[in-house]
């Protein structure tokens, strides 16, 4: 697998994860609720490190688009 293909394939299951995150963070709400305090502060849960992976691959998935295309943030 080339560099590129390989950047391509951890770019989509990055992808991947973050829509199934999206999809547990839905049901979690719909059926808990979800405070601001919750979001932002919540030490427990789903929620506890939630906002900080999802970030983390977010910024990731950014990164490789830029590899993949050869430009710079």
Same mark, same amino acid.
């Given at each position: &697998?080339? !560099?590129?293909?390989?950047?391509?394939?951890?770019?989509?299951?990055?992808? !991947?994860? &973050?829509?199934?995150?999206?999809?547990?963070?839905? $049901? #979690?709400?719909?059926?808990? @609720?979800?405070? @601001?305090? !919750? #979001?932002?502060?919540?030490?427990?849960?789903?929620?506890? !490190? #939630? %906002?900080?992976?999802?970030? $983390? &691959?977010?910024? %990731?998935?950014? $990164?490789?688009?830029?590899?993949?295309? @050869?430009?710079? %943030?």
């Amino acid at each position: &697998m080339s !560099d590129i293909a390989a950047l391509k394939s951890e770019k989509q299951e990055l992808i !991947d994860k &973050m829509l199934e995150m999206q999809k547990q963070f839905i $049901d #979690y709400e719909h059926k808990h @609720g979800v405070s @601001g305090k !919750d #979001y932002w502060a919540s030490t427990e849960g789903l929620l506890a !490190d #939630y %906002r900080q992976e999802y970030l $983390d &691959m977010a910024n %990731r998935v950014v $990164d490789i688009a830029h590899e993949i295309v @050869g430009s710079v %943030r």
